[in-house]
């Protein structure tokens, strides 16, 4: 996840928003420092997002466990985003990125119904393994984060995703 970010938030926010990735040893790990982290953050004027994968979990209850979390962090405020499924939805979501970051000819398939909605789709990382064989999950997510188009996507998680970042950064700079 950190390494497609590295590639989506430079074109995301703008030139004199400065951000920081804090990645995690899966979701315990997260789970168990973000009340720690949020707490002991004290840099003045920072937003945080808490962006974690869905797996298997049911994605309300997931997303509200992590508002809990910040809320005992003393950051009720933290938008919180849960990537239905997996991130590679994301990238399914958006066949001609992944063309583009990978060269497989796979953008010609977004059309098809299951990639019409793909946070809905059991195993997106088997999925995207399927058609672009040499996929791996950081050299992958490095390759086609760049490439994400913020605007049209078939991925409603990436899309909500993308809205909550930009109405963030819009509350920041609005006196």
């Known amino acids: 996840m950190k390494a497609a970010l590295q590639g989506l938030l430079p074109r995301l926010l703008p030139d004199d928003v400065h951000f920081t990735l ?13 009340p720690r ?5 004290k840099t003045p004027d920072t937003s945080f997002v ?3 994968d869905q797996d298997a979990g049911d994605c309300v209850a997931v997303k509200a466990r992590l508002q809990q979390l910040c809320v005992a962090g003393g950051r009720p405020d933290t938008l919180v985003r849960v990537v239905c499924r997996e991130l590679e939805s994301w990238f399914l979501g958006d066949l001609a990125a992944v063309e583009a970051g990978t060269g497989a000819p796979v ?17 997106p990382s088997s999925e995207l393994a399927g058609l672009v064989p040499r996929y791996g999950k950081v050299g992958g997510a490095r390759a086609i984060g760049p490439h994400l ?13 993308v809205q909550g970042v930009r109405r963030l950064v819009e509350e920041a700079i609005t006196p």
């Not at 804090?22 to 973000?34: N, R, T, Y």
């Not at 982290?37 to 953050?41: F, I, P």
């Not at 188009?149 to 995703?161: E, G, I, M, P, Y």
């Open 22 to 34: 804090v990645p995690h040893e899966g979701k315990s790990d997260l789970e168990k420092s973000i």
């Open 37 to 41: 982290k949020l707490r002991a953050w």
């Open 50 to 52: 808490v962006l974690r």
């Open 107 to 123: 953008a010609r398939l977004q059309n098809k119904q299951k990639f019409r909605a793909p946070d809905k789709l059991g195993s």
């Open 149 to 161: 188009d913020l605007n049209a996507t078939c991925s409603h998680s990436f899309a909500v995703f």
